[in-house]
């Protein structure tokens, strides 16, 4: 559902689509590659030592085998921190879908998280999200809910680093410990990968967290007995 403007550049009509399944793309090899937001694995630190540098050809002693892995020896001069502050982080989200279901007449989605309202001391905080491509209830709920989690972590952090950039990809998770700003291995998902002439490059990540991929069931039976998804046939 939805329109697509031409007056809008391809660019941010493209954007729009991939806000609303977490895609992304990154540019690899000449070309556009479509990338799906899903939770982060294990991002292990391998420090090359005597014991097992024989495992790791090329690699110099104390050097770190992980390229996802930064610590303040990896970063050029400093860590930039963004903090999009309490202002933008909710504890309930909203968003408007046509829904076939009810004759594809507007209908609302609404999430909300006590813990967060809790934290909150019971101010209502609350947000809103454009999903316009989005039919299904339970598909705009999970939208909505993944939508309310980000808004909690509102981090974001910019950093020059060597040549261990080429081996990342927009999409990546990567692990940061930093004295200055007390994180210790601490997730963050890069947005963007700017390069520079001296095999120097500066990333941009947001924070991350496993709570944003989270699915709650819905509990109330009014929600439960609409829904309208068909199994594989």
Do not use: H, W
């Amino acid at each position: 559902q939805g329109t697509v403007s031409t007056a809008d550049p391809v660019f941010a009509n493209v954007n729009g689509f991939l806000a609303n399944f977490n895609g992304m793309l990154s540019f690899e090899g000449g070309k556009y590659a479509l990338r799906i937001e899903t939770a982060s694995d294990t991002i292990a630190s391998t420090v090359i030592t005597a014991a097992n540098a024989s495992s790791y050809s090329g690699y110099i002693k104390g050097s770190q085998y992980n390229p996802r892995v930064f610590t303040d020896d990896d970063i050029i001069g400093s860590l930039k921190l963004e903090d999009k502050g309490t202002q933008k982080s909710y504890n309930t989200v909203s968003a408007s879908i046509m829904d076939p279901a009810n004759l594809f007449k507007g209908r609302a989605v609404s999430f909300y998280d006590s813990n967060y309202l809790r934290a909150d001391k019971n101010v209502v905080k609350s947000g809103n999200i454009n999903i316009a491509s989005v039919s299904n209830y339970y598909n705009a709920r999970i939208n909505v809910e993944n939508y309310l989690r980000k808004s909690r972590f509102g981090l974001k952090i910019s950093f020059r680093v060597g040549p261990k950039s080429l081996m990342l990809l927009a999409g990546d998770t990567i692990s940061i410990t930093n004295q200055k700003f007390g994180f210790t291995d601490k997730y963050f998902r890069i947005e963007n990968i700017n390069y520079a002439k001296d095999c120097t490059a500066t990333i941009t990540a947001s924070e991350y967290d496993d709570s944003f991929y989270s699915i709650s069931a819905p509990t109330l039976p009014s929600v439960i007995s609409q829904d309208q998804r068909q199994g594989l046939q």
